[in-house]
């Protein structure tokens, strides 16, 4: 098709038709080995842990989140303890001890230092996934036979990044921005667009700064296909990324904008596509098409858009967007529950919104904010602890394990039965941050708690040396404060404590798959869902 001309959307969708589509059934159930049951070797099923903590939550007083205030030895709260918490895809012993050896503000500024981490261990395990590091052509011409394998590589990498990577902090970062500019990988063929945007915009600046991350955003390929303004051409401005740039990306529902900056946003945005020249290196990469950018001038939240500004408009309109106080208050809100606390304290989220306008969201500096140490001292009277999504329950306790993940593929299998799978969620709002969503089905958990503590998940090993060396045995006095502390990263209440001790005092003595299915009831303790 010549440039000059300026075709319809229908038109223009068919250019992408010939790209194969993603099979409709991405994952199977991992294998079981011979007569296998969700039933542990002693005996108590799933269902039965539900019976195991029940008196715990119907009596008054039993155990709420963050029931049981982590600790120091002198009786404060262990504020490291909370920033490894927060901070990391999940509690180890081993980060523990070095977070505790640096101390508090040592800690958080080597991770936010992402950079200056070796991960060189993470840059091997990562060769088994090369899709990782090729453009939308390359996975085009290589992968059509199977678009799956580049959707499978990099659900796999997340997963395994949160296990084994060093950039704890950083991780975490990636998932929140992964939801917060969410792009569903469902939608084809987003398959050879999602791997270059995990690299290149997520990746790439989850710790820089928000406008950089903004425009890295929305010049982003797989931006441009998932809200369709790729489509967004003169005579027919598709208002779909318009609005949720303003909505979701950057303002927020009431920040202030009307209808009709949203209808002056994608005038603005016409001409914002995608490379269709499908023997050009930059095949499905983001590309300004002059003809098609509707001219004259524009108005949005009260500044003008010159006429004639073709694709300079887009960034001036960006610029506005990140620059805006409802921007700094609608990012500042959102990383703060991310990273402190679901319902946090009005002070705080202004105390962060001023660092964005005074920094020009600066993220780290936003960080910084947000986990002061005085604030994780509050924790849980003041600041409430916060429930673990599907992924943080599944990541944290393979750390805590010490598990190794070979093969992360018979994981997202669990991910997708507890709803979280890597990049799935349709909506452009990226997947919820809230008890409300994800606290009415624990079933999944124990499931997964269950076969993992028997090492029936293919590609995935729990180590009898590793877990012995971290408990200092299976003597079964003390034991569940052992398993509490080195690890759950002290999770439990006493009450709970004092539940698993009873089942390894009942089963004295005690015999490793014993010890594994006392771990696997204290990771399905009402307490251990928070963190």
Known sequence: MNQTQIPNARELATRLERIPKSPERLLEPPPLPAGARIRTPSGLNRLDRRGLFAPLLAAPGGPQPGASARQAGNGA??????????????????????????????????????????????????????????????????????????????????VVRAVHSKRQLFERMCEFWTDHFNINHNKDPEWAFKNEDDREVIRKYALATFPELLS????????????????NIVGTAQENYARELMELHTLGVNGGYTETDVKEVAKVLTGWSLNLNSSSPNYLRFQFVRAWHQTGTKTVLGQTIPPFSYQ?????????????????????????????????????????????????????????????EEYLAQVPSAIAPKFRR??????????????????????????????????????????????????????????????????????????????LALLGGFGAKGLA???????????????????????????????????????????????????
């Open 481 to 531: 404060k052992r398993i509490d502390t080195r690890i759950l990263g002290r999770a439990l209440s006493p009450a709970e404590r004092k539940r698993v001790q009873a089942f390894l005092d009942a089963r004295a003595p005690l015999i490793w798959p014993e010890v594994y299915e006392a771990i696997g009831l204290a990771a399905s303790a009402p307490s251990y869902q928070w963190a």
């Open 390 to 467: 599907p992924f943080h329950y599944v990541a944290s306790l393979l750390r805590g394990l010490e598990a190794e993940v070979y093969d992360p593929n018979a994981l997202l299998y669990f991910l997708s039965i507890m709803g979280h799978l890597p990049f799935d969620w349709h909506a452009p709002n990226g997947y919820p941050d809230s008890v409300n969503a994800w606290g009415r089905s624990l079933l999944p958990r124990w499931s997964f708690a269950s076969f993992l503590l028997l090492n029936y998940i293919p590609g995935v090993q729990v180590s009898l040396g590793k877990i």
């Open 216 to 231: 890295a955003s929305a010049h982003s390929g797989a931006m441009m296909y998932y809200l369709d303004n790729w489509l």
């Open 312 to 372: 300079q408009g887009g960034e001036q309109v960006l610029a506005i967007l990140s620059s805006h106080p409802s921007t700094a208050r609608h990012i500042a809100t959102k990383m703060t529950k991310w990273l402190l606390t679901e319902n946090p304290p009005q002070e705080i989220i202004d105390d962060v919104t001023a660092t964005y306008l005074a920094t020009g969201g600066d993220i780290k500096a936003m960080i910084r904010a947000i986990l002061r």
């Open 77 to 158: 709260p262990d504020t490291v303890l909370e920033l490894v918490h927060r901070i990391t895809q999940g509690f180890s012993l081993a980060e523990y001890q070095r977070a505790k050896r640096l101390g508090y503000h040592a800690y958080l500024e080597e991770q936010l230092d992402h950079l200056s981490i070796d991960d060189s261990d993470m840059d091997a395990r990562l060769a088994n996934f090369p899709t990782l590091t090729q453009s939308p052509k390359e996975l085009v011409d290589a992968y059509s036979f199977d678009p799956a394998i580049p959707q499978l590589e990099l659900k796999g990498a997340m």
